[in-house]
């Protein structure tokens, strides 16, 4: 599957490529930013690792080796678009203006969410996989009744691509022509089981089996990611309906925290696509292509470091949540059972200042 | 050497390779419980020494084990599905409830379901959401399946055999906070038969009736009622569909009253109904209305937060103190 041909504007060696169907609009200043991007979610997420390993969170997900992918991806979406992630969309995040230490909270274990979906027009993630596709294309459905011009994003893996769910969204997506754009992650791995175990076609094939376009794109190619992410948007906001994107990427890290690759995965094939590095060709590229200065990075690094200095400070001061706080937001109504939980934490001496 | 010291991770492991070794149609389906060996390491070297005919890593899709697991049964085969954690139970829901519980009735009894689904379930272990719930009923609901939880490695080596070799279908509960903890395990003793209830400790004041993680924490309660001169008699239901009445009602006729105690929420409950029963069979028995501790009518809560959520000790003496206090 690695043969099927690609969308890419930039490979591995930070060398321009040309494409037939798409071309790069992005400015030098704009690449470099999207450089930065991807260095700080990379220094953070590196930060949220070593956080898990002290004991701080409860479980970390990596997403290192995908950043490209997020951040092409979150750079081309508006900001009246909305996006559904799983649980690995920390670029996505970052690209939708969320504080760092908001992606955290979950991982910590003092709350289910960690931000307002509405204000940053981002949901919170969704652990059960294939489930937000669904609710992504009903989003898109109520976009299509307004008429309003946004686009819908949502985010799954290799492995979520076998789940029904995934199917139904597609079936949903095809025949209401709804204003959405799978964006799949094919990081070759669903913890253990590599993409084989998922599929015998390559994933953006199955796109044509529910009417509408698929494209596999260079996941590590940021320039790339952007122009087709973006071109997928525009098709979803001006009625052309839906699509499906394949990011064609790798899972650098283990699945989690909790995870031990070594006893699935050899490290000849991590070496392949240390190669294939997203940060590394960029970065080539803007030296070469651009003059860009070494201090570039350097001041870069920096900023990143202080980000995540500030990630673990405000991690580490973050309160557990009340006890009681479990009662809240079950229902937007009094209700009777949850007046009598409260009543007896209360009881039993968690009453706290609510 | 016949017993050994195990956790009760590796007796189901073991429990699973000799159902393996006993039939050859016995198979194992699920999400990384090949290479990985699962991520309990339940099922740990079995894809090595069985193949993977055997040792099915599944795509992605809960829907499609259960329900491949189905066409299997109906071929003769006996498969053993594993879900990789409670909370993703729920996109196979559907298979369970309408094919797997109901294919036996609607064939006039030409398909058995002698099929096994596997779920770590409860809390206690620190987890993200979706990984520490407590399905139990929804299952205990549907006529037609049968639920066990075993809650010592004993036990679970023998009970995860019974439920594979048993022609119904079994949701096997195992409760994941206690995959580690250890028990001689005696492997030609086989340990009672998943549908007795087991009494783990004796007691003469009140009878604790529960499943589960909670089994451990209840013998705790009874231990720190003893110092308060209060003997728990802690019954481990074992199976929790069905549950066995009579042993519970032997110990009701004795002691008169009654806590149950589970981890899950307590509406339309496993624990709510075998309040009910026990209030109609032992009614001129009791001496003081039932009382259950459990999880609260709210999704499970972070996990900062969920020793508050869960029963413990102190709410279950709070519990046994009210049923003592009622004087009829
Ligand atoms: C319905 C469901 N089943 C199982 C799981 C457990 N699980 C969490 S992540 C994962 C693998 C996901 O792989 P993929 O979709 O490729 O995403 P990636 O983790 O590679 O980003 C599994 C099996 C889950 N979260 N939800
Ligand atoms: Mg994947």
Known sequence: ?354 | MTTENLTMAKAINEGLRRAMEKDPKVLLMGEDIGKLGGVFRVTDGLQKDFGELRVVDAPLAESGIVGAAVGLAMRGYRPVCEIQFDGFVYPAFDQIVSQVAKQHARSGGVYKMALVIRIPFEGGIGAIEHHSESPESYFAHTAGLRVYSPTNAYDAYWMIQEAIASDDPVIFCEPKSRYWEKAEVDRETPARPATEAQIRRAGSDVTVVTYGASVKTCLRAAQAAEGEGRQLEVIDLRSISPVDYPTLAASVEKTGRVVVVSEAPPVASVAGDIAATLSEMCFYSLRAPIVRVSGYHVPYPPSRIEEEYLPNVDRILDAVDRVMECES
């Open chain 1, 1 to 354: 599957m690695d043969e099927v041909p690609m969308i890419q504007l930039l490979n591995p060696e930070g060398e321009r490529v040309s494409n037939s169907e798409y071309e790069s609009s992005l400015s030098a200043a704009e690449i470099l930013g999207l450089y930065r991007d991807m260095a700080i979610i990379r220094r953070l997420c590196n930060e949220a690792t070593s956080l898990q390993r002290q004991g701080q969170l409860a479980l970390w997900a990596p997403v290192q080796g995908q950043e490209a992918a997020q951040i092409g991806a979150g750079h081309a979406l508006l900001p009246n678009d909305f996006t559904f992630p799983s649980y690995r969309e920390h670029g996505i995040a970052w690209k939708r203006g969320i504080p760092p230490l908001d992606w955290l909270r979950l991982f910590r274990g003092v709350t289910m969410g960690g931000w307002d979906p509405l204000q940053y027009r981002h949901s919170n993630p969704t652990i059960v996989i294939g489930n937000q596709a669904l609710n992504a294309v009903g989003y898109a459905m109520g976009i299509q009744r307004d008429g309003a011009d946004e686009a819908v994003m949502t985010f799954f893996g290799d492995g979520g691509s076998s789940q029904g769910d995934i199917h139904e969204a597609c079936v949903f997506a095809g025949v209401f022509n709804a204003p959405v754009v799978f964006f799949i992650q094919n990081n070759h791995w669903a913890i253990s089981e590599p993409t084989t175990r998922q599929s015998r076609i390559p994933l953006f094939h199955r796109a044509s089996g529910y009417g509408f376009p698929g494209v596999r794109v260079d996941g590590n190619d940021v320039l790339a990611v952007y122009e087709v992410t973006k071109r997928a948007l525009d098709n979803a906001r001006s009625g052309n309906g839906p699509s499906l994107i394949e990011a064609f990427t790798y899972r650098m890290g283990a699945h989690t925290t909790s995870d031990d690759p070594t006893r699935y995965r050899l490290e000849a094939e991590l070496e392949t696509w240390r190669h294939r590095d997203p940060l590394e060709r960029v970065k080539s590229y803007l030296v070469r292509t651009h003059g860009e200065p070494q201090s570039t990075f350097d001041e870069i690094a920096a900023d990143a470091d202080h980000m995540a200095l500030d990630l673990r400070e405000g991690l580490l001061s973050l309160p557990d949540p009340a006890p009681l706080s479990m009662f809240d937001h079950v229902y937007t109504e009094p209700h009777p059972l949850i007046e009598a939980g409260r009543r007896e934490l209360i009881d039993l001496g968690f009453g706290g200042e609510q």
